[in-house]
């Protein structure tokens, strides 16, 4: 079936430092690939996207690229922030069936000034 | 546009008890679901609507039930409260087509505490 496996959290980094967190999936079709934020009492914002191989999404400093080979959509940013503090969903859905959001359990960083 | 609104945004409830979350949009969506979010597993779908008039069973609808009866609210019920349905719930809804037709809109969530 399809689903998501990201990193466990909690990450604790310095401000500036650089930031990875890693997400895998499995998809049975064609995924398309998301990051979501979610800060300290609020909903879900999403922070970028990607809906077929190799493409990168970008957002507020944050990347993520479509790797097929690997299943994997890494979220990266080079100097995080302490505003950066918040928990980081990887989640996919699958073309033809978009009412199904699968969301990995989500990954809180810490980002210390 | 306030985007997607959740009432309450948090709440008490006690054993056998029942209760109605309330979602709201102004986006005009065609969709809209709620999950639910428990520490270390992610959002799980509870129901969803296609459409006014229209519900569906996501992954974990026991214990809930919707209605959709207008387009831009969708209402999740619980008849009778359990300590297992204590959570955070979020509504979420998107456009039938077009581009952005798999990016889903959050509301702010409500805290649920059965005791």
């Known amino acids: 079936g399809d689903s998501v496996t990201q990193m466990e959290g909690p990450v604790t980094l310095s401000e500036e430092a650089f930031l990875t967190i890693n997400c895998t999936y499995t998809a049975t079709g064609y995924p398309s690939l998301f990051w979501y934020v979610q800060y300290p009492g609020e909903g879900l914002q999403l922070l970028l996207k990607?809906?077929?191989?190799?493409d990168k999404g970008s957002n507020k400093g944050f990347e993520a690229t479509y790797r097929k080979e690997t299943t994997s959509f890494h979220l990266e940013k080079g100097s995080v922030q302490v505003s950066d503090s918040a928990v980081y969903f990887c989640a996919l859905t699958v073309k033809y069936n978009f009412n199904k959001f699968y969301f990995g359990s989500g990954t809180k960083l810490n980002v210390k000034p | 546009n306030a985007g997607v609104t959740q009432t309450p945004k948090f709440r008490v409830l006690k054993t056998g008890q029942s209760m109605t979350l309330l979602c709201a949009q102004d986006m005009n969506h065609e969709y809209m679901y709620w999950y639910r979010q428990d520490p270390g597993m992610g959002l799980r779908l509870i129901h969803y609507?296609?459409?006014?008039?229209?519900?569906a069973k996501g992954e974990v609808p026991d214990g809930y039930n919707v209605s959709r009866l207008k387009k831009q609210n969708f209402l999740l019920g619980l008849e009778s409260a359990a300590p297992s349905q204590t959570s955070v719930y979020f509504c979420a809804s998107r456009v039938e087509s077009g581009g952005a037709r798999n990016e889903q809109f959050f509301g702010p969530g409500t805290r649920l505490t059965v005791l």
């Open positions: 609507s296609v459409g006014e008039g229209t519900t």
């Open positions: 990607a809906t077929k191989a190799d």
